[in-house]
Nanobody, 126 residues
Framework: EVQLQAFGGGLVQTGGSLRLSCTAS????????IGWFRQVPGRKREGVSY????????DYADSVKGRFTISSDNAKTTVYLQMNSLKPEDTAIYYC???????????????????WGQGTLVTVSS
């Protein structure tokens, strides 16, 4: 079982940048895909990006392509989400989550993930 801790949220102006970190412990890091999700109160949790930690393959939601970059540092068992050109609509609580490789079909569906970190709030002011 893997434990996740998410860090790095904050307040930033439109056009600014933030880097979120998700540190994993308790299990073999490269057995998992790590995803980032976000949620606004009253709305469904939305998949933002995910990475196959073993082979480095990544994917992004259309809403963040070209602005967000997901990466992993396997030595530090940490996945990063670099968020550039932030917009007010990016404001949300961001969560990282893990799923065992091969146990998911899409990567953007929250129900496919078994392990979740606590959220970190990102607020983008206009």
């Amino acid at each position: 079982e893997v434990q996740l801790q998410a860090f790095g949220g904050g307040l930033v102006q439109t056009g600014g940048s933030l880097r979120l970190s998700c540190t994993a412990s308790g299990s073999t890091f490269d057995d998992y895909a790590i995803g980032w999700f976000r949620q606004v109160p009253g709305r469904k949790r939305e998949g933002v990006s995910y990475i196959n930690v073993d082979d480095g393959n990544t994917d992004y939601a259309d809403s963040v392509k070209g602005r967000f970059t997901i990466s992993s540092d396997n030595a530090k068992t940490t996945v990063y989400l670099q968020m550039n050109s932030l917009k007010p609509e990016d404001t949300a609580i961001y969560y990282c989550a893990a799923v065992v490789l091969g146990d998911y079909n899409d990567g953007f569906f929250a129900y496919e993930y078994d392990y979740w970190g606590q959220g970190t709030l990102v607020t983008v002011s206009s």
